[in-house]
């Protein structure tokens, strides 16, 4: 990381962790451009956006992650923090039920 594109007048208009097109340059991170572009306050809003939209994905990642640990009897469920435990299960809870809806809406496409 990072790959970065460029506009016609050379400046850096988007961070990249992959390629996207023949545009595409590879940088270190601390190259003087890359830097420069980090600092950009108009990039601060579109970088924090970035982190936020990612969390949800990190969510996930985190929830797979301890049930696979659990499966593979790496730790117990009970050596978690009661708080921890009580958010894991609400979370485990509203997937379940969205799932159980969204099985229920999709039943229904042939009733009417």
Do not use: C
């Not at 435990?85 to 099985?103: E, G, P, Y």
């Amino acid at each position: 990381m990072p790959y970065i594109n460029r506009n016609d007048q050379g400046e850096i208009t988007q961070l990249l962790d992959m390629p996207s097109g023949e545009g595409s340059q590879w940088l270190e991170l601390n190259h003087p451009d890359v830097v420069e572009f980090l600092q950009r306050p108009a990039n601060e809003t579109e970088l924090k956006k970035s982190l936020e939209s990612s969390d949800g994905d990190m969510v996930r990642v985190v929830e797979d992650l301890v049930d696979v640990l659990m499966e593979k009897q790496v730790f117990v469920f009970t050596e978690l923090p009661e708080a921890v435990q009580a958010k894991l299960n609400a979370r485990k809870k509203l997937r379940h039920d969205v799932s159980a809806i969204s099985n229920l809406i999709a039943d229904d496409d042939g009733i009417l």
